[in-house]
């Protein structure tokens, strides 16, 4: 620094220490009691926001486009979505029915309830939305059922099916033909038995019998949006916990065997959150431990370690009230200021305690005449910490600009408290007295500096022919935990089409003019569909209602009546069986080898299994249940879809209805991509096409378009205003191009080599670990500071023989152990920051400890001999 503001600094950093020191239980007391308070109000105030949205500004076009959206459709937003599945078409639907009924009996806990499956609509217009193909192979399906439906219509009991069993294969002997169609059936029914053979709760699934498509089936979904509570950190837990609940209280997996598993937002977010913290939680404890031990090993004192850990712990308190209060919640980003504090804050502490030790004068007067030597230096890096933190501040990402504003808010804390509680604490209880012995080490033996600056400068034009390789991963959902349940179901949703987050939503003024916008959107090659309101309307219904009027002409006269459930006599059960098992073995002898007598046989084994068991009786009607329990049921529904009638826009349901129309009659258009939108180029080429009909458009895709170009222009000016700020702020306390050339340079370097890293170590960058750059210009410039300065304050040119190196290693170590610790967490987003800023702080710690100290022998200071 220019002598003037030397002075200047140094005295008054000096005197405010002696003062300290001669205050120092005071200044212990108020200390404790202000971070009582500031705990206290953290712990009560603070809030946590998981919604990645949030991170950027809402003054931005698309973010308006998006929250207008969510305004008008309410109804999407802060959901759960609760998927129902399993092997068997007619359990699922039965543990759907029951969970169905138990949410809406609980409205002030889950508010709507939003279930297609269980609107009159669909039971009774369902076949409609069939393509023609496929209800025409139904109907065929069916029309050959017709003779076996309409006796298990009259007769839905155990002898019932087995007495048609026995007379299919008696008929069957002469024809087998006949019981073509038959054997999948047979195959089925034997299943179920070796499936009660074994425990398993299983049922014949007469939904997939008649429907045809299991796969279709076999899952359900059903929408709630829960009460919240956004004042708590968890502000869908209540709804989740009784969820969780209601599964178990209606044994779904025991009397089901099926699953109940929950995504949407809100379980994404409660998931998320819990990912982030517990992975911060670990970070935190490693990070602790880490710089315990780094402390134990650089400062070798046990009062030191003890001075400096009450003094992070204080320091990390107050940062967080600061957080709380200048802030109010916390976001994804801004939630690793804890780890970040422990591994900065732990530096300056470091560097003050190890020029303390340099010293053999009395305690007060040692630690007096450490901050008038390294306070100017420790000043200096937090202001530069500071502006590497704050460079978010002017851009959109709010997301790291509130992480700007905590950490640095925090550097400034952690200095002040590093200059008056450590010292205190010191003061109260100094060490013994041990001198260090200070040396250049293996630092001091490195190759000659020509060197060493050769190779930099090499390894500097390699990666300048790599870092434009460098990528950024646009997509959020890759930021994802795919251990969790709420992500791993969303994939399993995407993988089964039956959801597609980067549909593109357009809002426009009504249904007309939502209807010409689907016309020109369907033209567009890159896109595969559109739904609109018109667009639930059944096409073909003529056809279609020809098919079902037909079906029904057949069928109905089956089917007059209402279906009940009939339970049948032990005694006409084993008489079925025992007549079922004989026709087989009639067949077995009568017919050739083929797939239809395997499936025959099988069945009589199974059969015989069940009957030779020591409670025959009790195994029939348990069987009767298996095989008959959802009959009725099935054939009311398929009673029901027969009288199905022509369909238009006034019979839309109000549960659909209004989610597609708004109260003031605007209209959603939702537009499916055709393409691969998880590449950012397909994605890309998809939303400009929209846009090129729809300007206002929105929807994942455009929000990840835009958020990508957001984010690499927040980052683009953090790093110009750091760079341009701390050269500034340099250049006017050094007022030498020299010292500011030899801080930057390893700076630089080391920013070069990060984006070389990246490429190389396939780790691209994202929403998270964006932060890289513009930290290590606020980070890593704090150790070329201590050894400039300190470099210009020795009268010998071997900077590296004084504490200074010791104190920038252990420094980095520290910072290098706590994001390392924040790369294991299981969040995907906080470990690629984690990573990545490891990775940068050792290669500044490299380009500090080998680099700097070559030039600053190849570029030694005026007067230097």
């Not at 108020?30 to 949205?53: K, N, Q, V």
């Not at 398993?200 to 929408?223: C, F, H, Y």
């Not at 701390?726 to 340079?745: G, H, Q, Y």
Request: with cysteine.
């Amino acid at each position: 620094m220019n002598s003037k503001a030397t002075s200047s600094v140094q005295n008054a950093i000096s005197q405010w220490v002696g003062w300290v020191c001669r205050h120092a239980k005071a200044t212990v007391l108020l200390s404790f009691i202000a971070t009582i308070a500031l705990f206290y109000i953290t712990i009560t105030e603070i809030g946590i926001s998981t919604d990645t949205s949030d991170m950027l500004s809402p003054d931005l076009l698309f973010r308006q486009n998006s929250i207008a959206l969510s305004e008008a459709f309410p109804q999407f937003s802060d959901n759960i979505v609760i998927v129902i599945d399993g092997g068997n078409a007619d359990l699922v639907n039965q543990a759907a029915d029951q969970v169905n009924a138990q949410l809406r009996s609980e409205p002030n806990l889950f508010g709507e309830v939003f279930d297609p499956a269980d609107l009159d609509f669909f039971q009774r217009n369902g076949l409609l939305y069939l393509e023609t193909d496929e209800l025409v192979d139904m109907a065929d399906r069916l029309i050959a059922a017709q003779p076996f439906l309409g006796t298990l219509w009259i007769k839905p009991t155990l002898p019932g099916l087995l007495d048609l069993l026995s007379l299919f294969l008696k008929e069957g002997k002469s024809n087998q033909e006949l019981l073509g169609d038959a054997r999948p059936m047979i195959s089925n029914i034997t299943d179920i038995i070796l499936a009660q053979a074994s425990g398993k709760p299983d049922q014949l699934s007469w939904r997939t019998i008649i429907s045809g498509n299991s796969a279709e089936n076999s899952t359900r979904i059903i929408v709630v949006q829960p009460k919240t509570d956004f004042g708590s950190l968890h502000p869908g837990a209540e709804a989740i916990k009784r969820l969780r609940e209601i599964g178990l209280e209606l044994k779904l997996k025991q009397k089901f065997d099926v699953r109940l598993r929950l995504t949407g937002s809100v379980p994404l977010a409660e998931e998320e959150l819990e990912s982030v913290v517990d992975g911060l939680g670990l970070a935190g404890i490693l990070s602790l431990s880490l710089v315990l031990v780094l402390l134990f090993w650089g400062l070798k004192s046990l009062r030191l370690v003890l001075a400096t850990l009450i003094t992070l712990i204080f320091g990390l308190v107050w940062t967080a009230g600061f957080a709380t209060l200048a802030v109010g919640t916390l976001n994804l980003i801004s939630v690793a200021f804890a780890v970040l504090f422990i591994g900065l804050s732990v530096d300056f502490g470091i560097h003050f305690a190890l020029r303390y030790r340099e010293s053999s004068d009395a305690p007060i007067s040692a630690l007096a005449k450490a901050a008038e030597r390294v306070g100017g230096a420790l000043s200096l890096s937090a202001v530069a910490a500071a502006i590497g933190f704050f460079s978010f501040l002017p851009t959109d990402y709010i997301g790291l600009a509130e992480l700007g504003l905590i950490a640095g808010g925090g550097m400034f804390i952690a200095l002040f408290a590093n200059l008056t509680l450590l010292p205190a604490l010191i003061s109260l209880m100094p060490p013994k007295p041990l001198q260090l012995r200070v040396s250049a080490g293996k630092l001091s033996r490195a190759p000659g500096h020509w060197p060493v600056i050769g190779v930099a400068a090499v390894l500097a034009v390699l990666s300048l022919f790599v870092a434009p390789k460098v990528i950024f991963d646009f997509d959020p959902l890759n930021l994802k935990d795919t251990n969790t349940e709420s992500v791993a179901t969303f994939f399993d949703l995407m993988a089964k089409g039956k959801g597609n987050p980067y549909s593109i939503t357009v809002l426009a003024k009504d249904l007309a003019t939502a209807d010409q916008l689907a016309a020109r959107a369907k033209k567009l090659t890159e896109v595969d569909s559109v739904v609109t309101l018109s667009s639930m309307v059944p096409a073909e219904q003529d056809d279609k209602l020809a098919i079902i009027d037909n079906l029904a002409l057949i069928l109905g006269p089956s089917l007059t009546g209402s279906a009940k459930a009939i339970q049948s006599s032990e005694t006409e059960q084993l008489k079925a069986a025992v007549s079922l098992q004989n026709e087989i073995r009639a067949f077995r002898r009568a017919t050739g080898k083929s797939d239809l007598l395997d499936a025959v046989s099988n069945l009589g084994t199974a059969l015989n299994r069940l009957l030779t068991s020591s409670n025959p009786d009790h195994a029939l009607a348990e069987l009767e249940h298996r095989l008959l329990a959802s009959l009725p049921h099935q054939m009311s529904r398929l009673k029901k879809s027969l009288n199905a009638a022509a369909t238009t826009l006034k019979d839309i349901p109000k549960e659909l209805h209004s989610r597609q129309i708004t109260a003031d009659g605007r209209a959603k258009v939702e537009i499916k991509p055709r393409g691969n939108m998880r590449n950012r180029q397909e994605l890309a080429a998809f939303v400009e096409a929209v846009r090129q009909i729809a300007p206002a458009a929105t929807g994942t895709p455009v929000v990840i378009l835009e958020a990508g170009d957001t984010v690499i222009q927040a980052f683009i000016e953090a790093a110009a205003i750091t760079f341009v700020l701390i050269i500034i702020l340099v250049l006017a306390l050094t007022r030498s191009l020299r010292e500011i050339a030899l801080i930057f340079t390893p700076l630089l370097l080391a920013a070069l080599f990060i984006l070389a890293a990246s490429v190389l170590l396939s780790l691209p960058f994202n929403f998270a670990n964006v932060i890289v750059l513009p930290l290590l210009f606020g980070l890593g410039i704090a150790g070329s500071i201590h050894l400039v300065l300190r470099d210009r304050d020795q009268d010998s040119q071997n900077v590296m023989a004084t504490s200074t190196p010791r104190a920038v290693v252990f420094s980095a170590l520290t910072t290098i152990g706590s994001f390392g610790s924040i790369a294991l967490s299981s969040h995907p987003g906080t470990s690629s920051m984690g990573v990545l800023l490891t990775i940068a702080i050792s290669l500044s710690l490299i380009c500090t400890l080998i680099v700097l100290p070559a030039l600053l022998t190849a570029w030694p200071k005026a007067g230097a001999k």
